[in-house]
């Protein structure tokens, strides 16, 4: 039966079967239809049939009518109201925050482009991952988004779909699709025994079936309907999947499928006997210490830290023991663990999507079912049930990138739309199946902890070395739970599920301490390893983003609960990992971990609690031990990253600074460094002040500096290292007591602080300054925190400053910068100092700042970091005040007082800005219980008496007199003891003894007798450390051998011996305070005693040390009354400082090596300046590139008539002297091809890119085709020799030549290529090709060009004025081009000369230079030759603008050496002579004896003078005439040639007439013919030549039919005026090269006085007696013959054509010499306009899109970058195109960079962007996406540099593109 039905007619069989399906008993159909699928579906039919099956397939659905027609009808049905539109990478989609409910929204450009988004913050994105249109998405986007199509709602006006039309696809279907299973059963083997090969064919068999699914889908609603019924039906899939019984292929088929189920669950099926599911999980012990991999059923890889055995079988129970991975109770639903089963078609669809690891055609089929809401619910649950699956399916994978993608690009879809994770979290247990199997993934990697005690610790963490770490193949899973967790309801179950939580802190803990550093001490480590990347990536991405996301959920006071769950997890956590790292009370030496979690888990809730939720701080802190626990680690951190800038852990590499640097870099800083100073701030507040600040300055390690003796012994840190480690200490302190960024400032506020400490260390771009501000990292957070918008706030800090270009050529980009006030005010070093990834950033931040007070005026020197007022703190967090006022912080800055005044060693000048700022902030944060009325406190029984009580106010003004000191017997005061105890001996006197320590300093001591044992009794010691053990121990009673345990070992014997020496004081820190400044200031009496009196501590904000002494005096004084007085007496008593005593000389003063320092500094700057203006003026003279207002010193060509020969300087050896035949000197030179001329245009306007499919530009009207057309006409009719000498080429392709003007000697420039090619680093130019750079400035060149030898005596004479009459000039001119050419005898110049001529030939290509005939003639050099000049002459008119009205001097001339280039030519065009029967010159001055035509038929004419390109002429008759050539002899040429130019105006003009005007004319000249000044006047001249023009019939009718087009009224103005405007450009060319031969002057004038000028200038005019302006083109007219003769003459040899096939020719005549200055492109406004139009067309060659489209921005061709389909003889197509359509120099816009990139030759360079966005910015890459507009100025920039041939000079970055382009 089915055997009969194949045979038949497709179309015929299924209306049969539709027929018969459709009665109401239609089992006969069914049957038939099921044996028909079987023999066409036959999954063992061969594949060549595929094709076959599925064109029934069609037919079958489509029910007999045509498959497009049944394609019609379905989309007649669509009820969608989503778009839905799947894409994979690198696709354009956008992103509109304003429209986005969920920040993944995105939309296809369609919809985009059809909603209203104006004035919304949306960009451009290329999608990554690929992702689907959420246009209609009422849960992904608000609906004023949406675009027209979608705001419809279209599925309500749609009728029901008719039965019977889907009914075959309901039928068809099911069988189709299983097929499609089946296949993947039989191709899939075990990833070990397979090759991805395989499976990728079998992935390319299936393409077009699946590829049919997809058009399916594409078919709207009702067709999707069906596919979901089909796709989700149990029944279908029971009855279909396991075959029939006695269908053998379909039970081992469905074996196959059996047996690959078998892994799919997270215990893999051998473990299942031993390990009960859902009950605890007991890791096997693992024989690695690998932690708990036997749950993947992997192999455990020996961790790399462990190789020996027995450790690593110890270390491996002792693991395995303690870690038991407990699965959350309320994992209800065991199929996590157990193998899959599946129950519909979609189920295992997905999981062989899965097995094949994602193919994106299945991807794409399983997306665009989406918009289908049942199909929707069903797949998320079929995902999240595939979820583990998934996870191990990545990790074996080896292409974990693209799997990634792929598996975020479906799950970004599911999980976005809140309702439905709520729902799936619900019924599917989301979130338990999600921590779980993040839990299992990171466990196959983890190793034993080595922190603390590395023998005994139980702790495991993640191996960063390991690929899952390495290439983050975690991230889908991760985003994923990020993702669930931006929705609040999830968030909410999350934070209510104990038993979860305790699970996801256990798996923060796996990163707690990971990325161990352990310090080198002795050799530099030899590998560097980078795991540190992996480390911290994983802690932001694992731990930070999800505790973020948790974050934003707990910000009202009805979360409370929630906190403290958090909180009390966290630090049960924190208390199990204490005891599994075996952590007592001291951090282990030398090592360091950036990553502590839990700690920072638990600060940001602690913060959130307090600010947010107000919640009680001291509720949620534990005791002080555990307080004292959770400080060191973070400290520890503190402590490091001021070793690792100090230079201690440089043995460890580069990496340990990397660390140190992403540790506070921006995306970081605010999940690590803030909430680690945060913790230590709520620790600082809670534990006892005495006892946190020594633990400080023993983290810091340099207590042992912290004593008043001059020498110390620190057997922890040498000796450069002291003074960095001091200055860290004191800094973090400040950071700590001053930052407020969680302690009670408002979101606003941190805003504002945190970009005005940016915009202070740089101005800075509006998008590096999002960049740099600290979001909150959960991207889901929207932008910025805080009620007050990003731009809000930057437009109150900062101004913008505007895209300025540098005369240099750099661009800048649009800035902002901080305002005055900023600077005033809210400048804060502290801020700054903890934001810099850079140490140079806080200096920069300093130098501006001190450049901001000189330009104010407000300060002149080098100022001190300004103090800043803080922000009130938080009532919580009072308790910080108290570091303030503790006795240990009042000592230490007492001894660094004394230590700064004696000058010990390792003080600086930052040190005592920091002891200052610590003072100035005790003063401002008074201790609670300070009380102002002065009474001396109670006296603290404790072991040190230094001062009498906490508070700082009144410990300023207590005096100490003794101290007792242990130092080295070396010491000085050891040696001045001795010397006092040998005068005492002498004098027998007693010796004086300390005074009690509260007696004030008013009264004098008293003297105590006695001896020193009492003395020694009472004088102060103090030690740092023993005072911390006593607080520990006060605080912990523990027996005293546990915490004596780790006393630090005494030095060793090797150091001399210590003794205990009493120093004589007598000072308080008020009198320290004053003495210093007198230091400062270097005056005794720098201190009035009244100065108190007027002193204002705001007067003092901003200045230098002096200034901040003061400050903190008058705060002092104005807080207490006690202090004042004080301090009126210590500044009435003035003593000078005591010079300490015999200091020995190795001891340099450091204040004074400070201000040495300063000094060279500012010597430096003032060197720096100096040099930076000499360089200005000298790039001004030489380089200037820019302005045209700078004098001509540098024309080498305009020589000083003087009576001495020239003379050059030579670049290289520096002698002075002139050229010579035998060392000729050379100008240093650039040859470049050259097509700018080539592409002017006739029009003023720039031509339009085109921007949509209707818009063309013609290149037919630019001046190198009209040129290009002319000479291959006239060679097509005339001879060809004479063709060559009769127009110029170079218009595209032809060689200009620039100088910088300096020269050299051309055995020197030999012997310095030598020393180039020698030199192995070579510099971005080929030394081979002859390319280098000026030995002087620097500039890019090629070629050295001779100067010709000889003076200037002999300029005199043929300069004169000479008064010959014009027929003898004539004679002479004649007679001067007949001379023979002497050919120049064989010298070093003339080789040289020959190798200019080659470089010239080399500098284009060869194409540009064979025009004639037969290449390579004489013919053909020749004309090649003087079109190098014409070229030359043509780009410096241009340059000047197009005209000669700017006058003498401009830019170009200074660059400018035609002088010496047309030596060169001249020179080698001597040595063609032209033959006299053919010289031109004789045809334009007499008149020819009639004769006969003489040429047979096969030799073509001569081209006809009137035909023939004038400045062509005047060039070769002034190169082949001898030089020098007289002026005269010039003059008479331009007049003689000026005649032929005009009479070619007549008669281009006359053509332009309508007959009737013709005849006017005609006869109005007739009148004046006899006239006696007939010759000079126009009208008998126009006359003249259309009356003989009219004499043949061909020439005026090929013309007529324009004549009509131009329908104006000739009026004798408007003829003048034409006539003018036709002659002027040879009238310019014949000034300018004047000027270049003569060095006459180029006067400036008005543009309408430019023509008589000119005239005048070259001495057409006789007598310049007329008044300028009145100059007629007719009076500069002087003829050396009878003019109508020779007007005759010329005319003739046109009518000699008439008759002959050269009458084409005539159209020469309307040549128009004028063109206008050459342009690039006009662009449109709005980048997004060439983005739309551009990024999608296809390349013509292999109509695919092109990778990389750009356009020709000269010619807007569209091509392919870097892109081979196009690539042609080895060459890119962008490189073809440059030489092709600018002889080697190319500009294009990259479509999808926005960039320009140039081609120069073999080099390229990027030029930036002419495209900014709205503040200013280039967009590279198109990375930020934002709308792009055009920069006038850049372009006008850039086309500026095309037009001057400066890319070279300009633009500094170049590379060899080797063709790749």
């Given at each position: 039966m089915a055997a009969s039905l194949l045979r038949r007619d497709k179309r015929a069989t299924a209306a049969r079967l539709k027929a018969d399906l459709g009665h109401t008993d239609n089992s006969s159909g069914v049957r038939q239809l099921r044996e028909l699928l079987d023999r066409v579906l036959d999954p063992e039919a061969p594949a060549a049939e595929a094709a076959e099956a599925l064109d029934w397939c069609r037919c079958l659905l489509a029910g007999g009518d045509g498959y497009e027609d049944f394609c019609r009808a379905v989309r007649a049905y669509d009820n969608a109201t989503l778009c839905g539109l799947v894409w994979t990478a690198n696709f354009v989609a956008y992103r509109c925050r304003t429209c986005g409910i969920s920040p993944c929204m995105s939309l296809c450009a369609e919809c985009f482009q059809h909603g209203d988004h104006a004035g919304h913050d949306f960009n451009m994105f290329r999608s990554q991952a690929g992702g689907a249109c959420d246009c209609g998405d009422r849960n992904v986007m608000r609906e004023s988004g949406f675009c027209r199509r979608h705001r419809l709602k279209t599925g309500e006006n749609v009728p029901s779909v008719p039965r019977d039309l889907l009914l075959m696809s309901e039928m068809v279907l099911p069988r189709f699709i299983i097929s499609i299973i089946q296949y993947l059963r039989d191709g899939y083997t075990e990833p070990e025994s397979a090759s991805d090969r395989d499976l990728q064919k079998v992935l390319q068999h299936l393409e077009p079936q699946i590829s049919f699914l997809e058009d399916l889908t594409k078919m709207g609603g009702a067709m999707r309907t069906v596919l979901t019924k089909i796709l989700t039906n149990q029944q279908t899939f029971k009855e279909l999947s396991m075959g029939q019984e006695e269908n053998a292929y379909a039970k081992r088929n469905y074996e196959k499928y059996l047996s690959a189920l078998k892994n799919s669950g997270l215990t893999s099926a051998e473990e299942k006997g031993s390990v009960g599911t859902g009950a605890a999980l007991a890791d096997p012990p693992a024989s690695a210490g690998a932690g708990a991999l036997g749950l993947l059923g992997a192999t455990a890889a020996v961790s790399p830290s462990e190789e020996n055995k027995e450790d690593d079988q110890d270390g491996g129970q002792g693991v395995g023991q303690r870690k038991r991975v407990k699965l959350s109770s309320t994992t209800k639903d065991p199929s996590i663990m157990d193998s899959l089963k599946h129950k519909c078609f979609l189920e295992e669809l997905l999981f062989w999507t899965i097995k094949y690891e994602f193919p994106q055609k299945m991807v794409t089929f399983l997306l665009n079912m989406l918009p289908d809401q049942d199909y929707k619910i069903t797949f998320t649950k079929t995902f999240v049930q595939h979820y583990a699956f998934i996870m191990k399916t990545l990790m074996k994978t080896r292409e974990s990138d693209t799997m990634s993608n792929r598996i975020v690009h479906i799950s970004v879809q599911l999980f976005s739309n809140e309702e439905l994770a709520r729902h799936v979290t619900e019924e599917c247990h989301l979130l338990d199946i999600m921590v779980t199997v993040l839990l299992y993934m990171m466990e196959s990697c983890l190793v034993r902890s080595e922190l603390q005690d590395e023998e005994n610790s139980r702790h495991v963490v993640v191996n960063c070395g390991e690929a899952l770490l390495k290439n983050n193949t975690y991230w889908p899973l991760v985003s994923d739970f990020i993702n669930i967790l931006s929705h609040q309801s999830v968030a909410k179950r999350f934070l209510e599920d104990h038993a979860l939580l305790l699970l996801w802190m256990n798996f923060v803990s796996f990163f707690q301490g990971m990325n161990l550093n352990k310090r080198e001490l002795n050799e530099h480590v030899e590998f560097e390893s980078q795991t540190y990347y992996a480390a911290f990536a994983a802690e932001l991405e694992a731990c930070a983003q999800p505790m973020w996301g948790l974050l934003t959920h707990c910000k009202v006071k009805e979360t409370q609960e929630y906190t403290k769950t958090v909180v009390r997890y966290c630090l049960e956590t924190l208390q199990m990992w204490f005891d599994a790292i075996g952590f007592v009370d001291e951090p282990a030496p030398n090592q360091v971990t950036f990553h502590l979690p839990l700690h920072r888990y638990y600060a940001m809730f602690l913060s959130k609690a307090v600010k947010c939720q107000a919640l009680d701080l001291d509720s949620l802190l534990p005791d002080q031990e555990m307080l004292m626990k959770i400080m060191v680690h973070p400290l520890q951190i503190q402590a490091c990253l001021s070793e690792i800038h100090s230079n201690m852990w440089v043995r460890n590499g580069l990496q340990i600074k990397g660390q140190a640097m992403t540790y506070v870099q921006s995306h970081f800083c605010n999940s690590m460094i803030d909430p680690d100073i945060f913790l230590l701030q709520v620790c600082a507040s809670r534990l006892d002040p005495d006892y946190f600040i020594s633990s400080v300055f023993e983290r810091f390690k340099v207590v042992d500096l912290l004593t008043m003796a001059s020498q110390h012994q620190n057997s922890v840190l040498e000796a450069e290292q002291e003074r960095p480690m001091l200055e860290g200490a004191l800094t973090f302190l400040v950071v700590?007591?001053?930052?407020?960024?969680?302690?009670?400032?408002?979101?606003?506020?941190?805003?504002?602080?945190?970009?005005?400490?940016?915009?202070?260390?740089?101005?800075?771009?509006?998008?590096?300054?999002?960049?740099?501000?600290?979001?909150?990292?959960?991207?889901?957070?929207?932008?910025?925190?805080?009620?007050?918008?990003?731009?809000?706030?930057?437009?109150?800090?900062?101004?913008?400053?505007?895209?300025?270009?540098?005369?240099?050529?750099?661009?800048?980009?649009?800035?902002?910068?901080?305002?005055?006030?900023?600077?005033?005010?809210?400048?804060?070093?502290?801020?700054?100092?903890?934001?810099?990834?850079?140490?140079?950033?806080?200096?920069?931040?300093?130098?501006?700042y001190s450049a901001f007070l000189k330009q104010s005026g407000i300060h002149a020197g080098n100022p001190w970091p300004p103090y800043k007022e803080r922000t009130a703190l938080h009532p919580c967090y009072r308790g910080l005040v108290r570091l303030l006022h503790c006795k240990t912080l009042h000592i230490v800055i007492f001894t660094l007082l004394y230590k700064i005044w004696m000058d010990h060693q390792n003080m600086s000048e930052h040190v005592l800005c920091m002891v200052l700022y610590l003072v100035e902030l005790g003063l401002d944060n008074h201790a609670q219980d300070d009380k102002d009325d002065e009474e001396p406190c109670v006296e603290e029984h404790c072991h040190d008496s230094w001062f009498p009580g906490t508070s700082l106010l009144s410990n300023l003004h207590h005096v100490i007199n003794f101290v007792r000191v242990r130092v080295p017997e070396t010491a000085p005061e050891v040696e001045r003891k001795r010397e006092r105890e040998m005068e005492r001996k002498r004098e027998r006197e007693t010796p004086p003894s300390t005074s009690a320590a509260a007696s004030g300093p008013g009264q004098s001591s008293r003297r105590l007798s006695g001896n020193w044992r009492e003395n020694l009794r009472e004088a102060q010691l103090f030690s740092l450390v023993a005072e911390r053990r006593r607080k520990f121990q006060e605080m912990i009673n523990r027996h005293s051998g546990e915490a004596s345990r780790a006393v630090r070992p005494k030095p060793a014997a090797a150091h001399p011996q210590l003794v205990t020496e009493i120093l004589e004081i007598r000072e308080s820190m008020l009198s320290l305070l004053v003495k210093l400044h007198q230091k400062l200031s270097a005056r005794h009496n720098s201190l009035e005693p009244g100065w108190l009196d007027e002193a204002d501590p705001a007067r003092h904000a901003h200045g230098d040390g002096l200034a901040a002494i003061e400050?903190?005096?008058?705060?002092?004084?104005?807080?207490?009354?006690?202090?004042?007085?004080?301090?009126?007496?210590?500044?009435?008593?003035?003593?000078?400082?005591?010079?300490?005593?015999?200091?020995?000389?190795?001891?340099?003063?450091?204040?004074?090596?400070?201000?040495?320092?300063?000094?060279?500094?500012?010597?430096?700057?003032?060197?720096?300046?100096?040099?930076?203006?000499?360089?200005?003026?000298?790039?001004?003279?030489?380089?200037?590139?820019?302005?045209?207002?700078?004098?001509?010193?540098?024309?080498?060509?305009?020589?000083?008539?003087?009576?001495?020969?020239?003379?050059?300087?030579?670049?290289?050896?520096?002698?002075?002297?002139?050229?010579?035949?035998?060392?000729?000197?050379?100008?240093?030179?650039?040859?470049?091809?050259?097509?700018?001329?080539?592409?002017?245009?006739?029009?003023?306007?720039?031509?339009?890119?085109?921007?949509?499919?209707?818009?063309?530009?013609?290149?037919?009207?630019?001046?190198?085709?009209?040129?290009?057309?002319?000479?291959?006409?006239?060679?097509?009719?005339?001879?060809?020799?004479?063709?060559?000498?009769?127009?110029?080429?170079?218009?595209?392709?032809?060689?200009?030549?620039?100088?910088?003007?300096?020269?050299?000697?051309?055995?020197?420039?030999?012997?310095?290529?030598?020393?180039?090619?020698?030199?192995?680093?070579l510099q971005g130019f080929s030394v081979d090709k002859g390319e280098f750079t000026c030995p002087l400035c620097r500039q890019f060149a090629n070629s050295v060009l001779p100067c010709k030898p000889g003076g200037t005596a002999q300029a005199g004479t043929w300069h004169a004025p000479g008064t010959k009459s014009t027929a003898t000039l004539v004679k002479e001119v004649e007679d001067l081009q007949e001379q023979a050419a002497i050919f120049p005898t064989e010298s070093n110049l003339t080789k040289e000369m020959e190798s200019v001529i080659k470089d010239i030939k080399n500098a284009t290509q060869k194409k540009y230079m064979d025009y004639g005939k037969n290449p390579g003639s004489p013919d053909n050099d020749f004309l090649f030759m003087y079109s190098v000049a014409r070229t030359n002459l043509e780009l410096e008119l241009v340059h000047r603008g197009g005209s000669l009205c700017s006058g003498g001097a401009s830019a170009t001339a200074k660059r400018s050496c035609l002088n010496q280039l047309f030596h060169v030519l001249a020179m080698h065009m001597r040595l063609y002579s032209i033959d006299s029967a053919y010289n031109p010159w004789t045809r334009v001055t007499q008149i020819m004896q009639s004769r006969e035509p003489d040429y047979e038929d096969e030799e073509r004419p001569e081209v006809p003078m009137l035909f023939r390109d004038v400045p062509s002429l005047l060039i070769i008759f002034v190169l082949t005439m001898p030089q020098p050539l007289r002026k005269e002899h010039f003059t008479c040429v331009v007049k003689v040639l000026y005649t032929l130019q005009y009479t070619q105006a007549l008669a281009a003009l006359s053509l332009r007439f309508s007959p009737e005007e013709r005849l006017a004319w005609s006869n109005t000249g007739a009148t004046k013919k006899n006239l006696p000044n007939s010759q000079m006047s126009w009208?008998?001249?126009?006359?003249?030549?259309?009356?003989?023009?009219?004499?043949?019939?061909?020439?005026?009718?090929?013309?007529?039919?324009?004549?009509?087009?131009?329908?104006?009224?000739?009026?004798?103005?408007?003829?003048?005026?034409?006539?003018?405007?036709?002659?002027?450009?040879?009238?310019?060319?014949?000034?300018?090269?004047?000027?270049?031969?003569?060095?006459?002057?180029?006067?400036?004038?008005?543009?309408?006085?430019?023509?008589?000028?000119?005239?005048?200038?070259?001495?057409?005019?006789?007598?310049?007696?007329?008044?300028?302006?009145?100059?007629?083109?007719?009076?500069?007219?002087?003829?050396?013959?009878?003019?109508?003769?020779?007007?005759?003459?010329?005319?003739?040899?046109?009518?000699?054509?008439?008759?002959?096939?050269?009458?084409?020719?005539?159209?020469?005549?309307?040549?128009?010499?004028?063109?206008?200055?050459?342009?690039?492109?006009?662009?449109?406004?709005?980048?997004?306009?060439?983005?739309?139009?551009?990024?999608?067309?296809?390349?013509?060659?292999?109509?695919?899109?092109?990778?990389?489209?750009?356009?020709?921005?000269?010619?807007?061709?569209?091509?392919?970058?870097?892109?081979?389909?196009?690539?042609?003889?080895?060459?890119?197509?962008?490189?073809?195109?440059?030489?092709?359509?600018?002889?080697?120099?190319?500009?294009?816009?990259?479509?999808n960079a926005s960039v320009i990139i140039i081609i120069r030759g073999h080099r390229f360079c990027l030029w930036g962007s002419v495209y900014l966005d709205a503040h200013g910015e280039e967009d590279r890459d198109l990375r930020r996406g934002k709308p792009l507009f055009l920069c006038e100025e850049r372009y006008r920039v850039l086309e500026q540099q095309w037009v001057s041939h400066t890319f070279d000079h300009i633009n500094k970055r170049w590379g060899p593109h080797y063709n790749g382009l």
């Open positions: 700590l007591c001053s930052l407020r960024v969680h302690l009670g400032m408002t979101d606003d506020e941190i805003l504002r602080a945190e970009m005005v400490s940016q915009l202070c260390m740089n101005d800075r771009t509006h998008s590096s300054l999002l960049d740099l501000i600290p979001e909150n990292p959960n991207p889901k957070s929207g932008i910025v925190p805080g009620s007050c918008s990003f731009e809000e706030m930057l437009s109150a800090v900062a101004d913008f400053k505007a895209p300025v270009f540098e005369p240099g050529g750099s661009m800048q980009q649009g800035m902002y910068t901080p305002k005055a006030e900023v600077w005033e005010k809210e400048f804060d070093p502290i801020m700054v100092i903890l934001r810099t990834v850079y140490r140079r950033d806080v200096q920069s931040a300093m130098d501006r400050r903190v005096l008058a705060k002092a004084a104005a807080r207490s009354r006690h202090s004042k007085k004080c301090l009126q007496e210590v500044c009435g008593r003035v003593c000078p400082p005591v010079p300490p005593k015999k200091n020995s000389v190795g001891d340099k003063k450091s204040l004074d090596k400070e201000e040495r320092r300063q000094r060279a500094r500012e010597r430096q700057q003032k060197l720096l300046a100096e040099f930076a203006s000499r360089q200005k003026s000298f790039m001004e003279t030489a380089m200037d590139v820019e302005s045209p207002e700078v004098d001509a010193a540098m024309d080498v060509g305009t020589a000083e008539p003087l009576d001495s020969e020239v003379l050059y300087d030579c670049v290289i050896c520096g002698q002075s002297g002139p050229s010579t035949e035998d060392r000729p000197t050379g100008l240093v030179v650039l040859l470049q091809a050259s097509s700018v001329l080539g592409h002017r245009y006739r029009s003023d306007e720039a031509k339009r890119l085109p921007t949509s499919d209707e818009e063309r530009i013609f290149p037919e009207d630019t001046c190198g085709a009209a040129n290009d057309v002319r000479l291959a006409l006239m060679q097509r009719c005339f001879r060809d020799s004479s063709c060559l000498q009769s127009i110029s080429i170079g218009w595209d392709g032809g060689v200009y030549v620039q100088t910088c003007g300096h020269t050299l000697h051309i055995d020197c420039h030999k012997s310095y290529m030598e020393s180039l090619r020698n030199d192995q680093v009208e008998a001249l126009l006359g003249h030549v259309i009356s003989e023009l009219s004499k043949a019939k061909g020439i005026y009718a090929t013309s007529s039919e324009e004549a009509v087009l131009s329908s104006s009224v000739w009026s004798p103005q408007s003829i003048e005026f034409t006539l003018q405007q036709y002659c002027l450009p040879f009238l310019r060319l014949s000034c300018l090269l004047q000027h270049h031969l003569y060095g006459d002057d180029l006067p400036g004038c008005r543009l309408d006085e430019e023509f008589s000028l000119l005239a005048g200038c070259l001495g057409l005019l006789p007598g310049s007696s007329l008044p300028a302006v009145t100059a007629s083109s007719a009076a500069c007219l002087e003829w050396n013959v009878n003019a109508l003769d020779l007007l005759t003459q010329w005319c003739a040899e046109l009518l000699d054509l008439a008759d002959t096939p050269a009458l084409q020719a005539m159209t020469l005549l309307m040549h128009d010499p004028c063109w206008s200055a050459p342009r690039l492109l006009q662009l449109p406004d709005n980048y997004n306009t060439i983005f739309q139009h551009y990024h999608r067309k296809a390349c013509s060659a292999c109509s695919k899109t092109p990778k990389d489209p750009a356009l020709c921005l000269v010619c807007g061709a569209f091509v392919c970058l870097k892109g081979l389909c196009c690539k042609q003889q080895g060459l890119c197509e962008c490189v073809l195109h440059s030489q092709h359509c600018g002889a080697a120099t190319g500009i294009f816009l990259l479509i």
